[in-house]
C-alpha cells in the first residue's frame, strides 16, 4: 500500500495568496485528519471526517481555513487568504474507523511557509 | 476535556543508555493510549499501544504500561541505539464514542550519541 499521500510537500507563499493542500488516504480507510505542527503548539487536530462528512471541525483556527472531502479517496484543505502565522507543517492521516482502537496513519506532511 | 503531557525534551543519551519518557493523561472514560515516533522529514508512525488498564504495549524493543491508578503511560527501553533518535508523542483515543480522534503530547525529542 502507499500510504497517505500528501501534496505538495513543501509549499511557498506570500501573504493573502490562496493555499490548497491535498490528501490521498489510503484505500478502505473511512476517517481522515487534518493536523498542524508548530513547535509552539504541538500537533493541533484542525477537523476530522468519518465516512466524507466532517464531524469536528472545532480546532479550525478561523473562517480563512476550509476543508472539504468530496469522495472517499480525496480531501483538500485550504487557507484563504494565508498569513505568515500559518506557516507549519500540516499533516494528514487516516485510519479504518475512528473510536478507541484505531490507529492513525500520517502522510509525510506538507510544510507551508507563508512570507 | 481530555489531555496528554509529557516530559520536556530533548532527551539526550549514549548508546545502550536506559530510555524512560514519561507520559500522564487526563481523561474521561476508558481511552486508549498510543505513542507514535516522527523521525525527520516524515510523518508520524504507530510505535505501540495498550487499550485498557494493565496492559502493556511493545515494540522494536520499546514498552508502555498503561496505569489507570497513576493515569501514566511512560515509555521505556532497555538499551537505545542511535537510530532510535527521534520524536516520540504520546496520544489518548476517546472511550469508544464513534468519532473520537486522536490527542498528542507536545512530543519529546530524544537524541541518541554513540
Known amino acids: 500500500d502507499a500510504g497517505v499521500i500528501q501534496s505538495p510537500r513543501h509549499e511557498v507563499t506570500e501573504m493573502g495568496q490562496e493555499v490548497t493542500l491535498r490528501c490521498k488516504p489510503i484505500s478502505g480507510h473511512n476517517s481522515l485528519f487534518w493536523y498542524r505542527q508548530t513547535m509552539m503548539r504541538g500537533l493541533e487536530l484542525l477537523i476530522y471526517f468519518n465516512n466524507n462528512v466532517p464531524i469536528d471541525d472545532s480546532g479550525m483556527p478561523e473562517d480563512r481555513f476550509s476543508a472539504k472531502m468530496p469522495n472517499a479517496s480525496f480531501s483538500t484543505l485550504k487557507i484563504q487568504p494565508s498569513e505568515p502565522r500559518d506557516s507549519a507543517v500540516y499533516f494528514c492521516a487516516s485510519s479504518i474507523r475512528t473510536g478507541n482502537n484505531s490507529p492513525l496513519h500520517f502522510g509525510n506532511g506538507t510544510r507551508l511557509t507563508v512570507t | 476535556g481530555n489531555s496528554v503531557t509529557q516530559m520536556e525534551g530533548p532527551v539526550t543519551l549514549s548508546e545502550e543508555a536506559f530510555l524512560t519518557i514519561n507520559c500522564t493523561y487526563t481523561a474521561t472514560g476508558y481511552p486508549s493510549l498510543f505513542w507514535y515516533v516522527q523521525y525527520p522529514g516524515e510523518g508520524l508512525q504507530l510505535l505501540l499501544k495498550a487499550t485498557k488498564a494493565d496492559d502493556k504495549g511493545s515494540n522494536k524493543g520499546f514498552e508502555a504500561t498503561y496505569r489507570k491508578e497513576t493515569t501514566s503511560f511512560h515509555l521505556e527501553k532497555g538499551s537505545v541505539q542511535v537510530s532510535d533518535s527521534a520524536v516520540y508523542f504520546c496520544?489518548?483515543?476517546?472511550?469508544?464514542?464513534?468519532?473520537?480522534?486522536?490527542?498528542f503530547g507536545k512530543g519529546t525529542t530524544l537524541s541518541v550519541s554513540s
Open positions: 496520544a489518548l483515543s476517546g472511550s469508544g464514542q464513534a468519532g473520537t480522534a486522536l490527542i
